[in-house]
């Protein structure tokens, strides 16, 4: 249990360098500064996300479920907003795409993790 959470820690820091990589308005100054973002953003998505999901109910349900990526950019801006000057973002659209983008390599590296261990 407590490996799958180490392991979560990292692919979300993986995660996040490529972002960075990917867009210019998102500054990360190292990977030590990753890990330490994807910690504070774990915890955040423990305590905050479930909050904001329920009181975004009506419009989580309305956009079919895409709002949860919104809530992932405030999660993400939260996480940059206590971090900086080690961690920005400049702008909540990079925050938007930034989120989808660290969303779909989380998915990825994950499934590429579960498949190498069964293996």
Excluded: C, W, Y
Aim: proline share 3%.
């Amino acid at each position: 249990m407590i490996l799958r959470g180490i392991l979560s820690v990292v692919l979300n820091a993986i995660a996040l360098v490529a972002a960075a990589q990917l867009f210019s308005n998102f500054h990360l100054d190292g990977f030590s500064t990753a890990l330490v973002a994807s910690i504070v953003l774990a915890v955040l998505n423990l305590i905050v996300k479930p909050i904001l999901i329920v009181l975004t109910l009506p419009i989580t349900v309305m956009s079919m479920g895409l709002f949860l990526f919104v809530i992932n950019a405030i999660t993400l801006m939260i996480t940059q907003a206590m971090m900086k000057p080690a961690f920005e973002i400049d702008g909540f659209g990079t925050a938007i795409l930034a989120a989808l983008v660290i969303s779909i390599l989380n998915l990825f590296l994950n499934q590429l993790i579960k498949d190498s261990l069964r293996t």
